[in-house]
């Protein structure tokens, strides 16, 4: 399977604190995605990071990709009770167009 | 900001009976997809549509899903005869290109009796 799996399944902490999600995946892949997932909503593209990228920010989001481990991480820095969410890995392989394979995802409680 | 929208958001229908999922993607994009989510479950890939055809589908995707394009607008996912296992939400999504930036719809939820 070339579908992402992200641990840990769940994350709660404080406000204030960081959270780092985990991605592992089996194949080759084009580029790797980080989605968020409110409760009953669509999915919100956060930032993607290319196969011959090693490390990509985008405001309070930090995303490392290490092809060699065939993993990825998502850093949030100083985390908000609105950062509350699941958040989901997805890869993307060279021959498709477009198609994503997701993981499990990771639900993430920030308390104030 | 333009957004990808989905009608109707809930739909609950008996076995058996066909359902129409429709979707407005963000209008100058090309490439078009219908994702689906059981409930706890992985997102799972459906079909992709570009240029007016499919150009890839899952297993998921057997004879009793079609989608369309009927005008320079909608984009719509048809089950013809609908099990109790296509109880999901599904998710319209949109991209100017490929591989990149997927776009999401709210999705619609179908609930089948």
């Known amino acids: 399977s070339q579908q992402g799996e992200e641990d840990p399944q769940a994350l709660s902490i404080q406000e204030g604190e960081n959270a780092t999600m985990n991605c592992s995946y089996k194949?080759?892949?084009?580029?790797l995605q980080w989605y968020r997932q409110n409760s009953g909503r669509g999915l919100v593209h956060l930032i993607l990071?290319?196969?011959?990228?090693r490390e990509k920010h985008s405001g309070r989001l930090r995303v490392t990709l290490d092809t060699s481990k065939k993993s990825s991480s998502l850093l949030i820095t100083a985390s908000r009770a609105a950062d509350t969410a699941s958040y989901f890995c997805?890869?993307?392989?060279?021959?498709?167009?477009?198609?994503?394979?997701f993981g499990r995802g990771t639900q993430l409680t920030v308390w104030p | 900001e333009p957004e990808v929208t989905q009608t109707p958001s809930h739909q609950v229908t008996q076995m058996g009976q066909e359902v129409i999922l429709r979707c407005v993607p963000i209008?100058?994009?090309?490439?078009f997809y219908w994702y689906r989510q059981i409930l706890g479950q992985k997102v799972e890939f459906l079909v992709s549509?570009?240029?007016?055809?499919?150009?890839?589908k899952s297993e998921i995707f057997d004879d009793q899903f079609s989608v369309e394009r009927p005008d320079g607008s909608n984009f719509t996912l048809k089950i013809r005869s609908t099990k109790l296992e296509d109880s999901a939400m599904y998710f319209c999504?949109?991209?100017?290109?490929?591989?990149?930036?997927?776009?999401f719809g709210e999705g619609s939820r179908l609930t089948v009796l």
């Open positions: 999504a949109s991209s100017s290109l490929t591989p990149g930036e997927l776009f």
């Open positions: 194949t080759s892949i084009n580029n």
């Open positions: 990071i290319r196969s011959n990228e």
């Open positions: 997805a890869t993307t392989r060279g021959s498709t167009l477009g198609r994503l394979y």
């Open positions: 209008s100058n994009h090309l490439y």
């Open positions: 549509f570009y240029n007016n055809e499919i150009s890839e």
